[in-house]
T-cell receptor
Framework: NAGVTQTPKFQVLKTGQSMTLQCAQD?????MSWYRQDPGMGLRLIHY???????DQGEVPNGYNVSRSTTEDFPLRLLSAAPSQTSVYFC???????????????FGDGTRLSIL | DAKTTQPNSMESNEEEPVHLPCNHS???????IHWYRQLPSQGPEYVIH???SNVNNRMASLAIAEDRKSSTLILHRATLRDAAVYYC?????????????FGKGTKLSVKP
Protein backbone atom coordinates (compact mmCIF):
# COMPACT_ATOMS: atom_id res chain seq x y z
CA ASN A 1 0.00 0.00 0.00
CA ALA A 2 1.42 3.37 -1.04
CA GLY A 3 -0.23 5.56 1.64
CA VAL A 4 1.26 9.08 1.53
CA THR A 5 3.96 9.58 -1.10
CA GLN A 6 6.28 12.58 -1.09
CA THR A 7 8.63 13.58 -3.89
CA PRO A 8 11.44 14.38 -4.11
CA LYS A 9 13.11 12.82 -1.05
CA PHE A 10 16.05 15.26 -1.20
CA GLN A 11 16.53 18.62 -2.87
CA VAL A 12 19.15 21.36 -2.84
CA LEU A 13 18.15 24.84 -4.01
CA LYS A 14 19.83 28.18 -4.35
CA THR A 15 18.38 31.22 -2.63
CA GLY A 16 15.65 32.76 -4.77
CA GLN A 17 14.80 29.62 -6.72
CA SER A 18 11.29 28.25 -6.71
CA MET A 19 10.13 24.67 -6.45
CA THR A 20 7.14 22.49 -5.68
CA LEU A 21 7.14 19.66 -3.17
CA GLN A 22 4.71 16.97 -4.22
CA CYS A 23 2.39 15.01 -1.94
CA ALA A 24 -0.06 12.34 -3.05
CA GLN A 25 -2.25 9.96 -1.08
CA ASP A 26 -4.24 6.99 -2.32
CA UNK A 27 -6.56 6.55 0.68
CA UNK A 28 -9.28 8.98 -0.48
CA UNK A 29 -8.59 11.16 2.56
CA UNK A 30 -10.27 14.54 2.72
CA UNK A 31 -7.79 16.15 5.11
CA MET A 32 -4.20 16.86 4.06
CA SER A 33 -1.53 19.00 5.63
CA TRP A 34 2.09 20.11 5.41
CA TYR A 35 4.49 20.34 8.34
CA ARG A 36 8.11 21.36 8.62
CA GLN A 37 10.58 19.97 11.13
CA ASP A 38 13.75 21.78 12.10
CA PRO A 39 16.63 20.06 13.97
CA GLY A 40 15.71 19.03 17.50
CA MET A 41 12.19 20.38 17.14
CA GLY A 42 8.74 18.96 16.80
CA LEU A 43 6.70 19.45 13.65
CA ARG A 44 5.07 22.80 12.87
CA LEU A 45 2.00 23.13 10.66
CA ILE A 46 2.42 25.17 7.48
CA HIS A 47 -0.87 24.79 5.56
CA TYR A 48 -3.74 22.36 5.56
CA UNK A 49 -6.78 21.43 3.49
CA UNK A 50 -10.08 19.87 4.54
CA UNK A 51 -11.08 19.01 0.98
CA UNK A 52 -10.57 19.81 -2.69
CA UNK A 53 -10.68 23.54 -3.28
CA UNK A 54 -10.30 24.43 0.42
CA UNK A 55 -7.02 25.43 2.05
CA ASP A 56 -6.06 27.34 5.17
CA GLN A 57 -2.96 28.58 6.95
CA GLY A 58 -1.27 26.87 9.84
CA GLU A 59 1.30 28.15 12.30
CA VAL A 60 4.11 29.04 9.86
CA PRO A 61 2.60 29.80 6.41
CA ASN A 62 4.84 32.66 5.25
CA GLY A 63 6.85 31.88 2.12
CA TYR A 64 4.69 28.91 1.12
CA ASN A 65 1.68 28.47 -1.14
CA VAL A 66 -0.66 25.53 -1.52
CA SER A 67 -3.60 24.50 -3.66
CA ARG A 68 -5.89 21.47 -3.63
CA SER A 69 -7.41 20.78 -7.02
CA THR A 70 -7.93 17.05 -6.41
CA THR A 71 -8.54 14.88 -3.36
CA GLU A 72 -5.32 12.95 -3.98
CA ASP A 73 -2.75 15.74 -4.37
CA PHE A 74 -1.62 18.60 -2.16
CA PRO A 75 1.52 20.32 -3.52
CA LEU A 76 3.55 22.82 -1.48
CA ARG A 77 5.18 25.67 -3.41
CA LEU A 78 8.18 27.73 -2.38
CA LEU A 79 8.02 30.87 -4.52
CA SER A 80 11.44 32.30 -3.65
CA ALA A 81 13.49 29.96 -1.49
CA ALA A 82 15.35 31.37 1.52
CA PRO A 83 17.99 29.69 3.75
CA SER A 84 15.48 29.84 6.64
CA GLN A 85 13.35 27.35 4.73
CA THR A 86 16.02 24.67 5.01
CA SER A 87 14.11 21.92 6.78
CA VAL A 88 12.49 18.51 6.49
CA TYR A 89 8.96 18.74 5.13
CA PHE A 90 6.27 16.20 5.94
CA CYS A 91 2.90 15.75 4.32
CA UNK A 92 0.05 14.07 6.18
CA UNK A 93 -3.49 12.95 5.46
CA UNK A 94 -6.47 11.62 7.34
CA UNK A 95 -10.06 10.76 6.70
CA UNK A 96 -12.82 13.29 7.21
CA UNK A 97 -12.40 15.36 10.30
CA UNK A 98 -15.26 16.94 12.16
CA UNK A 99 -16.58 17.27 15.66
CA UNK A 100 -15.80 14.20 17.71
CA UNK A 101 -13.57 12.75 15.02
CA UNK A 102 -10.33 11.11 16.05
CA UNK A 103 -8.96 9.78 12.84
CA UNK A 104 -5.20 9.24 13.01
CA UNK A 105 -3.00 11.12 10.58
CA UNK A 106 -0.81 9.24 8.12
CA PHE A 107 2.54 10.81 7.30
CA GLY A 108 4.88 10.54 4.35
CA ASP A 109 8.60 9.93 4.79
CA GLY A 110 9.50 13.55 4.19
CA THR A 111 11.41 15.76 1.78
CA ARG A 112 14.80 16.99 2.98
CA LEU A 113 15.33 20.47 1.56
CA SER A 114 18.52 22.54 1.73
CA ILE A 115 18.62 26.17 0.60
CA LEU A 116 22.10 27.52 -0.09
CA ASP B 1 -4.54 24.49 23.15
CA ALA B 2 -3.59 22.64 26.29
CA LYS B 3 0.10 21.87 26.59
CA THR B 4 1.91 18.64 27.40
CA THR B 5 5.18 18.07 29.26
CA GLN B 6 7.42 15.10 28.54
CA PRO B 7 10.95 14.17 29.59
CA ASN B 8 13.51 14.98 26.92
CA SER B 9 14.96 11.48 26.84
CA MET B 10 14.66 8.02 28.34
CA GLU B 11 16.64 4.79 28.11
CA SER B 12 15.43 1.22 28.16
CA ASN B 13 16.85 -2.25 27.80
CA GLU B 14 15.67 -4.50 25.02
CA GLU B 15 12.78 -6.83 25.95
CA GLU B 16 11.94 -4.83 29.09
CA PRO B 17 8.77 -2.74 29.55
CA VAL B 18 8.97 1.00 29.00
CA HIS B 19 6.74 3.61 30.63
CA LEU B 20 6.75 6.98 28.88
CA PRO B 21 5.10 9.71 30.99
CA CYS B 22 3.20 12.78 29.86
CA ASN B 23 1.81 15.59 32.01
CA HIS B 24 -1.14 17.65 30.81
CA SER B 25 -2.44 19.49 33.86
CA UNK B 26 -4.58 21.95 31.83
CA UNK B 27 -6.40 19.29 29.81
CA UNK B 28 -10.03 20.06 29.03
CA UNK B 29 -12.95 17.68 29.02
CA UNK B 30 -13.02 17.52 25.22
CA UNK B 31 -9.29 16.83 24.77
CA UNK B 32 -8.29 13.38 23.61
CA ILE B 33 -4.75 12.18 24.40
CA HIS B 34 -2.89 11.04 21.30
CA TRP B 35 0.54 9.45 20.98
CA TYR B 36 2.67 9.43 17.86
CA ARG B 37 6.21 8.24 17.39
CA GLN B 38 8.87 9.16 14.86
CA LEU B 39 11.50 6.62 13.91
CA PRO B 40 14.82 7.98 12.59
CA SER B 41 14.52 9.47 9.11
CA GLN B 42 10.80 8.74 8.91
CA GLY B 43 7.55 10.63 9.30
CA PRO B 44 5.54 10.39 12.52
CA GLU B 45 3.45 7.28 13.05
CA TYR B 46 0.19 7.06 15.01
CA VAL B 47 0.48 4.87 18.10
CA ILE B 48 -2.66 5.14 20.23
CA HIS B 49 -5.21 7.55 21.66
CA UNK B 50 -7.73 7.69 24.50
CA UNK B 51 -10.08 9.90 26.47
CA UNK B 52 -10.63 8.53 29.98
CA SER B 53 -10.27 4.78 30.02
CA ASN B 54 -7.06 2.84 29.54
CA VAL B 55 -6.58 1.66 25.96
CA ASN B 56 -4.69 -1.23 24.41
CA ASN B 57 -3.72 -1.99 20.84
CA ARG B 58 -1.13 -4.11 19.07
CA MET B 59 1.56 -1.45 19.48
CA ALA B 60 1.15 -0.21 23.04
CA SER B 61 -1.08 0.53 26.00
CA LEU B 62 -2.20 3.93 27.23
CA ALA B 63 -2.82 4.43 30.93
CA ILE B 64 -4.73 7.61 31.81
CA ALA B 65 -4.82 9.01 35.34
CA GLU B 66 -8.21 9.29 36.98
CA ASP B 67 -8.00 13.11 36.99
CA ARG B 68 -6.70 13.01 33.38
CA LYS B 69 -3.84 15.35 34.24
CA SER B 70 -1.27 12.78 33.23
CA SER B 71 -0.94 9.68 31.09
CA THR B 72 1.61 6.96 30.41
CA LEU B 73 2.41 5.18 27.18
CA ILE B 74 3.46 1.61 27.90
CA LEU B 75 5.55 -0.49 25.54
CA HIS B 76 5.31 -3.97 27.00
CA ARG B 77 8.56 -5.35 25.57
CA ALA B 78 10.88 -2.81 24.01
CA THR B 79 12.68 -3.80 20.85
CA LEU B 80 15.50 -2.00 19.06
CA ARG B 81 12.92 -0.89 16.50
CA ASP B 82 11.07 1.05 19.22
CA ALA B 83 13.93 3.56 19.46
CA ALA B 84 12.20 6.76 18.38
CA VAL B 85 10.91 10.14 19.51
CA TYR B 86 7.51 9.75 21.17
CA TYR B 87 5.07 12.65 21.09
CA CYS B 88 2.15 13.10 23.48
CA UNK B 89 -0.45 15.40 21.88
CA UNK B 90 -3.79 16.73 23.08
CA UNK B 91 -6.45 16.99 20.42
CA UNK B 92 -9.68 18.92 20.94
CA UNK B 93 -12.35 17.02 19.06
CA UNK B 94 -14.60 20.07 18.93
CA UNK B 95 -12.24 21.50 16.33
CA UNK B 96 -13.20 20.84 12.75
CA UNK B 97 -9.61 20.65 11.53
CA UNK B 98 -8.03 18.52 14.23
CA UNK B 99 -4.55 19.78 13.48
CA UNK B 100 -1.78 18.18 15.51
CA UNK B 101 0.42 20.39 17.68
CA PHE B 102 3.77 18.71 18.28
CA GLY B 103 6.11 19.43 21.18
CA LYS B 104 9.69 18.16 21.34
CA GLY B 105 8.67 14.71 22.58
CA THR B 106 10.71 12.08 24.43
CA LYS B 107 13.64 10.46 22.68
CA LEU B 108 13.66 6.78 23.65
CA SER B 109 16.91 4.84 23.36
CA VAL B 110 16.82 1.03 23.54
CA LYS B 111 19.95 -0.84 24.53
CA PRO B 112 20.54 -4.42 23.39
Amino acid sequence: NAGVTQTPKFQVLKTGQSMTLQCAQDMNHEYMSWYRQDPGMGLRLIHYSVGAGITDQGEVPNGYNVSRSTTEDFPLRLLSAAPSQTSVYFCASSSRLGPYSNQPQHFGDGTRLSIL
Amino acid sequence: DAKTTQPNSMESNEEEPVHLPCNHSTISGTDYIHWYRQLPSQGPEYVIHGLTSNVNNRMASLAIAEDRKSSTLILHRATLRDAAVYYCILRDVRGSQGNLIFGKGTKLSVKP
